[in-house]
């Protein structure tokens, strides 16, 4: 009697793999999975899809529903808070983009929403109105720019170095967010002061009791309004020069501006150190 051969799965037919391909749910084209059992390559391109070996139906339902899982634990947030909670970043960040470029009054909820990838009522789900949304906007921002001034106010070292480190921070705080900077000098045109957003003023009195504390701290016999002098000097220079960015980027390379940005702080350096030694002098 001749020896029996091993019999071969039975290979999954053509139009039973594309209907898991085309259905609810189904991966993306291109996902590849291998088989946990049988080592098998399975690539889920429709039509054109490779079994490196012969498997059955039953092993390429496993793969493709592995796939799925996978792409679902990849691309989808966990719980329904993470999902609001991205919602609510990209509104932000679309608000703020617009906010410093048009102002307050040039900005619509509209545009904000179209370029968040939204709908006006998914703005007013997490902001009831325009003015809560710019408000949560300038309060995010100041409050990574008060971080900035905090961390160099706070440190270690004399007045005099705690002072100079500011204004290093602050030079690279409105490096890296510009937007920042257009919205400061939105509101330091504003003509009307009962608008502006309660953020910037207490932002602005934190900041500002911290920078005058520690330069009285290095001039206890200034006038009184030095350190004010001193910080709108360091202020407004940096704060021309990172709303100028976008003017300075166009046609120029990445290395350039970034050479232009160091340039800028070394400039600023030596007129923050000629200030404290010309106000010291005059003691």
Same mark, same amino acid.
């Given at each position: 009697?001749?020896?029996?051969?091993?019999?071969?799965?039975?290979? !999954?037919?053509?139009?039973?793999?594309?209907?898991?391909?085309?259905?609810?749910? #189904?991966?993306?084209?291109?996902?590849? /999975?291998? $088989?946990?059992?049988?080592?098998?390559?399975?690539?889920?391109?429709? =039509?054109?899809?490779?079994?490196?070996?012969?498997?059955? #139906?039953?092993?390429? !339902?496993?793969?493709? #529903?592995?796939?799925?899982?996978?792409?679902?634990?990849?691309?989808?947030?966990?719980?329904?808070?993470?999902?609001?909670?991205?919602?609510?970043?990209?509104?932000?960040?679309?608000?703020?983009? *617009?906010?410093?470029?048009?102002?307050?009054?040039?900005?619509? *909820?509209?545009?904000?929403?179209?370029?968040?990838?939204?709908?006006?009522?998914?703005? !007013?789900?997490?902001?009831?109105? =325009?003015?809560?949304?710019?408000?949560?906007?300038?309060?995010?921002? *100041? !409050?990574?720019?008060?971080?900035?001034?905090?961390?160099?106010?706070?440190?270690?070292?004399?007045?005099?170095?705690?002072?100079?480190? $500011?204004?290093?921070?602050?030079?690279?705080?409105?490096?890296?967010?510009?937007?920042?900077?257009?919205?400061?000098?939105?509101?330091?045109?504003?003509?009307?002061? =009962?608008?502006?957003?309660?953020?910037?003023?207490? $932002?602005?009195?934190?900041?500002?009791?911290?920078?005058?504390?520690?330069?009285?701290?290095?001039?206890?016999?200034?006038?009184?309004?030095? /350190?004010?002098?001193?910080?709108?000097?360091?202020?407004?220079?940096?704060?021309?020069?990172?709303?100028?960015?976008?003017?300075?980027?166009?046609?120029?390379?990445?290395?350039?501006?970034?050479?232009?940005?160091?340039?800028?702080?070394?400039?600023?350096?030596?007129?923050?150190?000629?200030?404290?030694?010309e106000l010291q002098a005059v003691r």
């Amino acid at each position: 009697m001749p020896a029996r051969t091993a019999r071969r799965p039975r290979r !999954c037919p053509s139009r039973f793999f594309d209907a898991l391909l085309d259905g609810p749910g #189904s991966p993306p084209h291109g996902t590849s /999975w291998t $088989s946990s059992e049988t080592g098998a390559r399975v690539s889920l391109w429709p =039509k054109t899809y490779h079994l490196v070996n012969f498997i059955s #139906s039953q092993e390429v !339902c496993h793969a493709v #529903s592995q796939a799925r899982a996978q792409q679902q634990r990849t691309t989808r947030p966990r719980h329904p808070q993470e999902r609001g909670e991205r919602t609510r970043a990209r509104i932000l960040e679309a608000a703020e983009e *617009l906010f410093a470029q048009h102002g307050y009054s040039g900005s619509s *909820l509209d545009a904000i929403a179209a370029k968040a990838g939204t709908h006006k009522p998914g703005i !007013c789900y997490y902001f009831p109105n =325009k003015r809560a949304l710019y408000e949560a906007v300038v309060g995010e921002a *100041l !409050c990574s720019l008060e971080e900035f001034a905090r961390q160099a106010l706070s440190s270690s070292g004399s007045p005099r170095e705690r002072l100079l480190r $500011s204004v290093e921070n602050w030079v690279d705080a409105l490096a890296a967010r510009p937007t920042a900077a257009h919205l400061l000098l939105h509101e330091a045109a504003n003509p009307d002061p =009962k608008g502006v957003p309660q953020a910037f003023r207490r $932002s602005g009195a934190r900041t500002a009791g911290m920078i005058e504390a520690a330069f009285h701290e290095l001039l206890p016999d200034a006038e009184p309004d030095d /350190w004010f002098h001193f910080e709108s000097t360091i202020t407004g220079a940096t704060l021309f020069f990172a709303t100028g960015m976008q003017r300075l980027q166009s046609g120029r390379g990445g290395a350039d501006v970034q050479h232009s940005m160091e340039r800028h702080k070394t400039l600023l350096m030596r007129t923050a150190r000629a200030l404290l030694r010309e106000l010291q002098a005059v003691r």
